[in-house]
């Protein structure tokens, strides 16, 4: 069984800053790439980050220059630094990874349950 388990989230002020953990655990064989997926009341949900094994790193234009996806592969921690946060920034935000957790089994993407992030003064 593999779980991703997400932490951080809150409320902040616009302009602040917030930085959201997830750590997966369980029966994990590789860890390939993890990413960062957020969802807003009424709205498609929208892939925010993503980052391969290696450290190679893709943003959505909205977040791009403000936010930061980083990872740790010894604690299978993906992070995400949010900087200079804007109301349009609340949602939820799940965490996401490409995990092989069965030998002979292709690699599938488990998801987090989702951490609440509300910009607002």
């Known amino acids: 069984q593999v779980q991703l388990v997400e932490s951080g989230g809150g409320l902040v002020q616009p302009g602040g800053s917030l930085r959201l953990s997830c750590a997966a655990s369980g029966s994990i064989l590789s860890l390939y790439a993890m990413g960062w997926s957020r969802q807003a009341p009424g709205k498609q949900r929208e892939l925010v980050a993503t980052i391969t094994s290696a450290g190679r790193t893709n943003y959505a234009d909205s977040v791009r220059g403000r936010f930061t996806i980083s990872r740790d592969n010894a604690k299978n921690t993906v992070y995400l630094q949010m900087n200079s946060l804007k109301p349009e920034d609340t949602a939820v935000y799940y965490c996401?990874?490409?995990?092989?957790?069965?030998?002979?089994?292709?690699?599938?993407?488990?998801w987090g349950q989702g951490t609440q992030v509300t910009v607002s003064s």
């Open positions: 996401h990874g490409e995990i092989t957790a069965t030998w002979g089994i292709p690699p599938k993407d488990y």
